[in-house]
């Protein structure tokens, strides 16, 4: 028990997902919140057992966005994402499809940039290191490999690695991570990772209006420095907040974004800027406010998930 206690532990160092926790990790607040989370966790997993009934299909309804917004556990979070997103369906109709791309003809130059990446994807992550048995880094590059030659007008950008190595520990599934990726920016994320990247700068355009009526203290704390939005969020709508929120934060996000489109990177980024109001207002230069943007990413608000997921239905 001493192990644990002072985090020396090596099981305990490395969370559920693979990623290892930092040094100055608080453990203690993160088991009082556990705990409290497990009770959560396990009174959904009963009601979405009771929901599923071992069926591999869901009809769109209110209950099903309730059910969404409160949470997916993990032992259905694979399939549900599949089924809401539409990734199922076309994986269906297109049976062999995938193996097909990865057995014809490839672009070098794509492959190139794919691979060069493929160490700096989660270097925190036991699972993606060259020394893990499987080592995902190879799972991941298929994924990838197989999407710019499927996509070819997108190809492969900076970002797409984490979305997918994020894809493939919840699916465990390489095929199943491609068509869930091809649902995220084909159709939920149009022209975010395309070259122009259109609709990544139009969606950062659309939150600074929004806070304009939302937060108008903090727009105008932004404009009176100079502070373009881009340089302060552009990480949350590229990386859809992975290595910016906490893991099962970050996953309680992707719930609603299967479901409920883009709309929720809103909700989320209006959340932390409102609730950080004041906290954000402190800063009275440049460097001060982009430092203040990072910090509002930590901390027991988004660490709590559920009560976190629940604020922002506030914004609905």
């Known amino acids: 028990m001493a192990g644990r206690e002072d985090g020396r532990d090596w099981a305990y160092r490395v969370d559920p997902y693979g990623f290892e926790r930092p040094e100055?990790?608080?453990?203690?607040?993160?088991?009082?919140?556990?705990?409290?989370?497990l009770v959560v966790l396990t009174r959904r997993a009963i009601k979405w057992s009771k929901?599923?009934?071992?069926?591999?299909?869901?009809?769109?309804?209110?209950?099903?966005?309730?059910?969404?917004?409160?949470?997916?556990p993990n032992e259905h979070r694979a399939l549900v994402w599949m089924i809401v997103s539409g990734a199922q369906a076309n994986m269906e109709q297109n049976p062999g499809y995938y193996h097909r791309l990865?057995?014809?003809?490839?672009?070098?130059?794509?492959?190139?940039?794919?691979?060069?990446?493929?160490?700096?994807?989660?270097?925190?992550?036991?699972?993606?290191r060259k020394t893990a048995d499987p080592c995902l880094q190879h799972t991941l590059y298929n994924v990838l490999v197989a999407y710019g030659h499927h996509n070819k007008a997108v190809g492969y950008c900076q970002g797409m690695n984490?979305?997918?190595?994020?894809?493939?520990?919840?699916?465990k599934?390489?095929?199943?991570?491609?068509?869930?990726?091809?649902?995220?920016?084909?159709?939920?994320?149009?022209?975010?990772?395309?070259?122009?990247m259109l609709g990544l700068k139009t969606d950062q355009e659309v939150l600074g209006e929004l806070v304009k009526m939302k937060v108008p203290a903090v727009a105008e704390l932004m404009e009176r420095h100079g502070v373009m939005w881009t340089l302060v969020v552009s990480r949350w709508f590229?990386?859809?907040?992975?290595?910016?929120?906490?893991?099962?934060?970050?996953?309680?996000?992707?719930?609603?974004?299967?479901y409920e489109g883009s709309k929720i990177i809103f909700r989320v980024a209006l959340t932390l800027i409102k609730q950080n109001q004041a906290f954000i207002l402190?800063?009275?230069n440049?460097?001060?406010?982009?430092?203040?943007?990072?910090?509002?990413?930590?901390?027991?608000?988004?660490?709590?998930?559920?009560?976190?997921?629940?604020?922002?239905?506030?914004l609905c």
């Open 51 to 72: 929901l599923l009934k071992g069926k591999n299909s869901i009809q769109k309804s209110l209950k099903v966005k309730r059910y969404i917004r409160k949470g997916i």
């Open 282 to 284: 402190e800063a009275t």
């Open 173 to 196: 599934n390489e095929e199943e991570s491609f068509w869930l990726l091809d649902a995220l920016i084909g159709r939920i994320l149009p022209d975010y990772y395309s070259p122009a």
């Open 102 to 128: 990865l057995e014809g003809e490839k672009n070098a130059k794509l492959l190139e940039a794919i691979k060069t990446d493929m160490n700096r994807t989660f270097p925190d992550n036991v699972k993606f």
């Open 24 to 37: 100055d990790f608080d453990y203690a607040s993160y088991e009082a919140f556990f705990s409290r989370y």
């Open 238 to 258: 590229i990386c859809l907040f992975i290595d910016i929120l906490p893991v099962e934060t970050v996953l309680r996000i992707w719930d609603c974004l299967f």
């Open 286 to 314: 440049f460097p001060d406010i982009c430092d203040k943007f990072k910090q509002i990413t930590k901390g027991a608000l988004v660490t709590e998930c559920h009560s976190f997921m629940q604020s922002l239905n506030h």
């Open 162 to 171: 984490f979305i997918a190595g994020y894809l493939i520990l919840i699916t």
